[in-house]
C-alpha cells in the first residue's frame, strides 16, 4: 500500500511540474495575464507538494515552524492566484474584488499570528478550529468562484473555447472537492 500511496505522490509531482512548465511556457510566449497568474498557480502547488515532502510533520525551532507557516500561506494563496487567473476571461465587481481581497489578507495575516500550529494527535484549541473553519471557507468560496466564471466565460465561445473553459471549471470544482 505504502508503494502504491508514493507512486501516486510522485505521479502528482510530475504532472504539477508538467502543468507548470506548460503554463511557464504559455506566459513567455505571450506575456498575457492569465497565462502568469496561472503559472504563478502552479508554481505555488509545486512548491506545497515539494516541501510537504521534506518539511518535517512536527517542526521544532524557528527554521522548521517557519517553513510549515511559510507552506500553509501558499496553501492560502494558491485558490487566491486561481480566482485572478479565472477573473482574467469575466472580471469581478469592485466591491467583489475588494471583499476577496481583504479576506485574502486578512487570512494571510491569521496565519502568521497562530500562537502555533497543532501537530498530529495534539489537542485542537478553539482559536485553531476558528482558523481552519475560516481557511475552508476561503477556499471553498473562491473555489466556487473560480468555477463559476470559467464557465460563464466559455458562454457565447466556439465549441473548443467553450469545452476548454467547462473542462478548467470541472477542474476547479474538483480541487473543491478534494
Known sequence: MH???TTFSVLTSVFI???LVLALLRWLQRRDRAAGWLTLAFLTLGVIVTVGRLDPSQPHGFLEDA????EIELLVLFPYLLYRFATEF???SRRLQRFVAVLTIGLSVWTFALPHVPAAGEPRPAWFLAYVLVFLA???LLSIL???RLWHAGHRQPSVAASRMRMLSFAAAALTVA
Open 146 to 148: 473560480v468555477t463559476v
Open 90 to 92: 469575466v472580471p469581478p
Open 138 to 140: 476561503h477556499w471553498t
Open 3 to 5: 508503494a502504491v500511496v
Open 67 to 70: 517553513v510549515q507557516r511559510l
Open 17 to 19: 511540474v508538467a502543468l
